[in-house]
């Protein structure tokens, strides 16, 4: 299958600094890719849709000021966490989707292995 | 308002036997539905899919059940061995769409 790379895979951070996550697709081109967010024992939250080339749609409740999200190419995504405060440490993962082809299914997405964000 | 839901958050089962994971939906729109498999401290990997044209997938030990007038789906996997021990989310979603995922059923395989 598709591989989605992430990096780095753990930062820990002052509060205050910004932090940025990569997400690359190594193998294919991804046309979108989607940032979630996972709190301890609950499910993964969607935060942000971004598709190659155009600005990304947010999910309600989730400030796009605080988390940008940059999809410059159509094998890297950032998220950059601004001003990071203790209650952003979470495990961010995304996953990165074809839109078809090979091995890649009508609506497959592939997913990073996550980065964990802690704040101190 | 949860759209996938999980109602079991843990399941044990004996090695070798059938272990069977259950979801609900609430959108008759999806279309597509996904089972990813969790470690501790990883991300997701995708496990198997079904699309709504299907009501059966089978891939190896892991068969999906679809059944869209119930907008229920289960994962079965058999035999069950101690490395499926993880948690398992599942998603459903629109093609080429966002997917909501379930809140995960953390599965034991006890040897």
């Given amino acids: ?120 | 308002d949860q759209q996938v839901k999980q109602n079991s958050p843990s399941l044990s089962v004996q090695e070798g036997r059938i272990s069977i994971l259950n979801c609900d939906y609430t959108n008759s729109m999806f279309d597509y539905f996904l089972w990813y498999k969790k470690y501790p401290a990883e991300g997701p990997t995708f496990l198997i899919s079904i699309s709504s044209i299907k009501d059966k997938n089978e891939d190896g030990r892991f068969t999906v059940f679809l059944n869209k007038s119930a907008k229920h789906l289960s994962l079965h996997i058999v035999p069950s061995q101690p490395g499926d021990s993880a948690v398992y989310f599942c998603a459903a979603g629109m093609s080429g769409n966002q997917f909501y995922f379930g809140t995960g059923t953390s599965l034991t395989v006890i040897p």
């Fill in chain 1, 1 to 120: 299958g598709a591989v989605v790379s992430q990096h780095p895979s753990w930062v820990i951070c002052k509060s205050g600094t910004s932090v940025k996550i990569e997400c690359r697709s190594l193998d294919f081109q991804a046309t979108t890719m989607f940032w979630y967010r996972q709190f301890p024992k609950q499910s993964l939250m969607l935060m942000a849709t971004s598709n190659e080339g155009s600005k990304a749609t947010y999910e309600q409740g989730v400030e796009k000021d605080k988390f940008l999200i940059n999809h410059a190419s159509l094998t890297l995504s950032t998220l950059t966490v601004t001003s990071a405060h203790p209650e952003d440490s979470s495990f961010y993962i995304c996953s990165a989707s074809g839109g078809g082809g090979v091995g890649q299914g009508a609506g497959e997405q592939f997913f990073g292995p996550g980065t964990r964000l802690t704040v101190l």
